[in-house]
Nanobody, 118 residues
Framework: QVQPVESGGGSVQAGGSLRLACTAP????????VAWYRQVGGKLREWVSSVGPAGSTTYASSVKGRFTISVDTVKDTVYLQMNSLKPEDTATYSC????????????WGQGTLVTVSS
């Protein structure tokens, strides 16, 4: 199984921005969708955004209008541009390949921590 690697997290003030990156080798050639999730402590992992193999994008209502997902197919990397950050966005963000059996067999990334202070 392939394990994605997330990066770009950090600590910012409310209203600030961060860009997260998820590198998942093979997701472009295997026609995977890639989804971002977030988790606070031991609570349920929440879906945030997805990009499909043909470039379609979807967002959770809580982040729509503030976050943008994009893809660099050459680098097999998916980005999550997060603007107008709020304290409630504080979480560990992880990514996962989705779709075909090959995609679903991919592991979860280790996550990158985002902390937004008021």
């Amino acid at each position: 199984q392939v394990q994605p690697v997330e990066s770009g997290g950090g600590s910012v003030q409310a209203g600030g921005s961060l860009r997260l990156a998820c590198t998942a080798p093979g997701f472009t050639s295997e026609l995977c969708a890639v989804a971002w999730y977030r988790q606070v402590g031991g609570k349920l992992r929440e879906w945030v955004s997805s990009v499909g193999p043909a470039g379609s994008t979807t967002y959770a209502s809580s982040v729509k209008g503030r976050f943008t997902i994009s893809v660099d197919t050459v680098k097999d990397t998916v980005y999550l541009q997060m603007n107008s950050l709020k304290p409630e966005d504080t979480a560990t963000y992880s990514c996962k390949t989705r779709g075909t059996p090959w995609c679903e067999n991919g592991a979860w990334g280790q996550g990158t921590l985002v902390t937004v202070s008021s």
